[in-house]
């Protein structure tokens, strides 16, 4: 079969165009690294590679999360240990108030003490060491706690200003991890304030005492009055304040020697008890159906109260700690999966150099004897032939 002159041009032109584009492309591999650019290269492993790195944009994100997440427990955890060594001084101031020997002027040195230690206490409470305030639930903007001050300056109040909201962070798909502890909660689990304690008004009572020179763990005389629940006393009391109540005869009517009990504050001469802290912030006092018999006896239990906040900023920690080890794993769950995709995308994508860099010269070689033999079958004409 006879060739035309027009379609061997078009033949030789095909092998030249065919050769040089399949040089172009792998030095484009070369240069970029990459096998794959567009769909038409290999359509299966292009989608496998789009797949891979929307997962990897989820593997990132979540790592950043991660990340921030790990430092902010960090920071919880750390304001948390400050908490605990000031409690634990609490405690041992305490045991050296509660020495039956020394005077009440000793007590009242002991007293400005428990004041600065409040002061601490809302100082760490107020804390924002990145410019957010931890224990502020989700408004960090502003300091969860306000104070209210007497004539002298002491704080006679610590209300708080913050919500009880816990921001929840992704670390995985559907799967969320607190990243923080609301200052105070007082149907819940609140770090300075919760249903069942009130760190500030277990420092305030114990300071208040210590400055009226008195034992905070000595017992005192009380008188009941069964018309208005009330118990007359010489002490200052708090509402919240954990007492006991003994006699060396019959207890008025509705009291248990063996249950502790919350004081409410009536006056600096009277207080009712409740059954549980909830009771008292609400004033739903205890029924006294008789005044009793006998010396009655209402003990302030300081030293228990104290280590009850200790053991509560503990259980605190415990929570902070399980959080902090979750993030952990969750940190190696990642940093594995991330190592795996960008392995596949690696066998995916990348380029071998060595291999490529043969085969450019094989295409080059090609091309190149393209152009040759082109070049000779151009330059033929009738001329050769006569």
């Not at 007293?111 to 410019?131: F, I, K, R, Y």
């Not at 799967?175 to 200052?183: D, E, Q």
């Not at 509705?254 to 802290?277: M, V």
Request: glycine fraction near 8%; charge should be negative.
């Amino acid at each position: 079969m006879r060739i035309s002159d027009q379609t061997l041009n078009q033949m030789l032109s095909g092998y030249i165009l065919k050769n040089r584009d399949a040089a172009y492309k792998i030095q484009e591999q070369i240069a970029s690294g990459q096998k794959i650019h567009v769909a038409s290269d290999d359509p299966n492993a292009y989608d496998s590679i789009n797949r891979l790195h929307n997962n990897e944009s989820y593997v990132l994100q979540y790592a950043r999360n991660v990340s921030q997440l790990k430092s902010e427990l960090l920071t919880i955890d750390g304001s948390l240990q400050k908490v605990s060594g000031l409690l634990g001084d609490v405690s041992n101031l305490i045991v050296r108030a509660s020495n039956g020997t020394i005077p009440p002027s000793d007590r009242k040195t002991m007293g400005e003490e428990a004041d600065q230690m409040l002061e601490d206490l809302v100082t760490m409470a107020n804390s924002n060491p990145d410019g957010r305030y931890i224990y502020a639930g989700l408004r960090t903007d502003a300091p969860p706690y306000v104070v209210t001050r007497d004539a002298n300056g002491r704080i006679t109040d610590v209300a708080y200003q913050g919500n009880t909201e816990v921001r929840q962070v992704e670390v995985g798909k559907g799967a969320y991890v607190a990243a923080n502890l609301p200052g105070s909660d007082t149907t819940g689990g609140g770090v300075f304030q919760s249903d069942e304690l009130d760190l500030f008004s277990d420092l305030m009572q114990l300071r208040d005492r210590l400055l009226s020179g008195e034992n905070p763990v000595d017992p005192e005389t009380f008188t009941a009055d069964a018309a208005t629940d009330t118990l007359t006393v010489a002490g200052k009391y708090r509402t919240g304040a954990l007492v006991q109540v003994g006699t060396d005869d019959t207890l008025p009517g509705g009291l248990d020697p063996n249950k502790k009990y919350f004081a409410i504050r009536i006056s600096d001469t009277e207080i009712q008890l409740a059954d549980s802290l909830a009771n008292a912030r609400a004033g739903v006092a205890v029924d006294i159906t008789s005044p009793g018999a006998g010396t009655q006896t209402v003990t302030q239990l300081s030293l228990e109260e104290s280590e009850r906040d200790l053991e509560h900023i503990s259980s605190m920690l415990g929570v902070i700690g399980a959080r902090e080890q979750r993030v952990e794993v969750c940190e190696q769950i990642l940093s594995q999966w991330e190592s795996d995709i960008g392995a596949s995308l690696e066998d995916l994508e990348a380029v071998d150099i060595a291999e490529a860099t043969i085969l450019l010269t094989s295409k080059k070689t090609a091309y190149e004897a393209a152009l040759r033999a082109t070049s000779t079958m151009m330059g033929t004409s009738l001329l050769n032939y006569m």
